[in-house]
């Protein structure tokens, strides 16, 4: 359709208008975002506390639903991210969704190190505290079966408690964005080449590895991503619902906690170095972690642009564990908009509940 000269001042001042408007409401949102202000409330789904031990916290959410599925489900977080990643806001909540299908969800929030958690190794998380969750698990929900759902260094908890601990009631183990060929962290062994990299020192040094070392370390792989996120909210602060979704997200990835030291040392030596996982040369606390051991279901989920725990350093997983029942889901994406926002709403989520629930009765 062709304008008619007539029609031009017309269109000519709409556009006026409506960009006016929009540069109005950057003004005032822009204020409101450099001041911190309306900041979202995040984690809102009922829960209840059901064990504890130093900083570590397992909660039973609140079931929503008459009846639920016949296996508990354990979700197990990454030691840097806070658990509020899988329960952000109301409609954008992995858990609320997990909940509204009939599962019986559990969270394993291994909590904020304190300066004396800095001796903790990945044998006080994986053959410890995990096992300790486990039994309370079973206990409550009074079913010997479970299954288990790691977000990032969350799987591979997983994967490690489910090669060291063969015999136990594993039903299903789903891995979300996990990696396990450390040789496809390209990027980050070059930037801890052990040439110039003096892990004991940072750690006999730092003792916890600090938050913002943390998140610095993360954004060196990406750099100029924090800043093309403020080019495009400048772009869209007209947009409440932009926004909103800009704090949540914004929030996630800057709330990063301390790394405990020898935990640290030990996944950079051991895991990124050597990368022994994969060569099945893991031994923690004299226990060799064999994933070939691994029979349960496992779910392994990737996403195609996923910087920190990138696709070739994921793919590997479902042919190093010895199970039968097994299959890999690859996504468009990157490393958040694999478990948050419309691409993990309208397909991560479904496709899990679809795997998990006919392996949860």
């Not at 793919?315 to 926002?341: W, Y």
């Amino acid at each position: 359709m062709v304008t008619q000269p007539a029609e031009i001042p017309f269109v000519l001042t709409e556009q006026v208008r409506v960009e006016t408007t929009r540069t109005f409401d950057r003004t005032l949102r822009s204020l409101d975002v450099v001041l911190g202000r309306r900041q979202p409330d995040v984690g809102l789904t009922p829960r209840d506390l059901i064990y504890s031990r130093g900083t570590l916290r397992l909660y039973r959410y609140r079931p929503v639903t008459g009846e639920v599925y016949r296996v508990p489900l354990i979700l197990v977080m990454s030691l840097i991210s806070k658990p509020y990643i899988l329960d952000l806001v109301p409609g954008q909540s992995f858990v609320e969704y997990l909940l509204r299908q009939g599962f019986d969800v559990y969270m394993i929030d291994w909590g904020v190190p304190r300066p004396e958690d800095h001796n903790l190794r990945l044998e006080d998380y994986v053959l410890d505290m995990m096992p300790r969750c486990v039994q309370e698990v079973q206990s409550v929900a009074r079913e010997r079966d479970f299954s288990v759902l790691g977000y990032c260094m969350g799987g591979l908890f997983g994967l490690m408690y489910g090669g060291a601990f063969p015999q136990a009631p594993m039903r299903n183990l789903a891995c979300v964005a996990t990696p396990v060929d450390f040789e496809g962290m390209r990027l980050m062994r070059r930037w801890a080449d052990p040439a110039w990299f003096d892990v004991d020192r940072i750690v006999e040094t730092l003792g916890n590895i600090p938050a913002d070392t943390v998140l610095s370390s993360l954004e060196m792989l990406r750099p100029l991503d924090r800043w093309l996120s403020y080019v495009r909210l400048w772009d869209n602060l007209w947009d409440e619902g932009y926004v909103d979704n800009w704090r949540v997200r914004y929030r996630w990835l800057n709330d990063q906690i301390p790394f405990p030291g020898e935990c640290y040392r030990q996944t950079v030596k051991e895991l990124l170095w050597a990368n022994k996982l994969i060569k099945q040369e893991l031994t923690l606390g004299g226990r060799r972690i064999d994933l070939r051991s691994v029979t349960c279901s496992v779910f392994h989920v990737m996403a195609e642009h996923d910087h920190i725990a990138p696709y070739e350093a994921a793919k590997p997983l479902t042919s190093i564990v010895g199970s039968v029942d097994k299959q890999d889901l690859v996504l468009r994406g990157g490393h958040v908009s694999l478990i948050s926002g419309a691409n993990a709403i309208l397909r991560l989520w479904p496709t899990m509940n679809d795997w998990l629930s006919i392996r949860s009765v």
